[in-house]
């Protein structure tokens, strides 16, 4: 709640601020980022994660549910693969493919994020179903589920935990990456970052860092929350 009060009140009056990032500028230089509002770079940034997130993290259960099925079983390698791929290869270098295609903006940094965060839930995903134990799901059977019914009463419920910690994770890894969406004139709190590499101000690239770390956390720590309200510990 205190680091929720004090990032709010920074991006609110960052200009209260500027006794403390002063020192970190030169020549006169500027200490509070002025080039557009903290607020708005901030809910772009979050806006971009989330979007990401939503639609990787829905693709990856996706094939992680087909590849735990026995009749697409011999996709699984196939299916992380593609995960691993996706996760190793440099979002910059992915930036610089989708340009071309996508041109500049918010739709290079989507697919790149979409790509980044596919690993953690579909390896997350795959984690919980495979877990299962097969008693578990014969007696769902037993009691005339069909496959269906099997997995969305039985299957998903059970493995929730696992895959929302998924989720969790790879919304932290985009928040970090979406950064990198202002190479690419996409707005986010990489323009304050950037800003401060351009110019040589350090005071600038150390807001940018914090605001974007102080997102982290409260993020991190607020789905953790949220899990132990859902997934009780027993």
């Known amino acids: 709640m205190l680091l929720a009060s004090a990032l709010g009140v920074f991006l609110s009056e960052p200009q209260w601020f500027t006794r403390w990032l002063a020192p970190l500028t030169d020549n006169g230089a500027p200490a509070i980022y002025d080039r557009d509002s903290l607020w708005r770079l901030a809910l772009a940034h ?5 979007e990401a997130s939503a639609i990787g993290g829905g693709a990856a259960i996706a094939a992680a549910v087909i590849v735990t099925r026995a ?7 196939i299916a992380r693969s593609i995960a691993n791929i996706a ?8 930036l610089a493919l989708a340009v071309p295609a996508l041109g500049f903006g918010a739709k290079p940094v989507l697919f790149s994020l979409t790509l980044y965060g596919l690993l953690p839930v579909f390896e997350s995903t795959l ?14 059977f037993g009691m005339g589920m069909n496959a269906w019914q099997r997995l969305w009463q039985v299957e998903l419920p059970l493995a929730g935990p696992v895959i929302f910690h998924g989720v969790r994770l790879a919304l932290v890894i985009n928040l970090g990456t979406a950064t990198i969406g202002s190479t690419v004139a996409a707005s986010s709190l990489g323009d304050v970052i950037i ?13 940018g860092a914090i605001v974007i770390a102080a997102l982290a956390v409260l993020i991190y720590e607020g789905l953790g929350l949220v899990a132990l309200w859902r997934w009780p510990a027993r």
């Not at 800003?195 to 807001?207: D, H, Y």
């Open 71 to 77: 009749s697409a079983a011999d996709f699984l390698p």
């Open 127 to 140: 984690a919980g179903l495979q877990r299962i134990p097969d008693a578990t799901r014969e007696a769902a």
């Open 195 to 207: 800003a401060g590499l351009q110019t040589s101000n350090t005071a600038f690239i150390v807001q």
């Open 87 to 94: 996760q190793t290869f440099p979002p910059v270098a992915v």
């Open 46 to 50: 979050l806006l971009l994660v989330v």
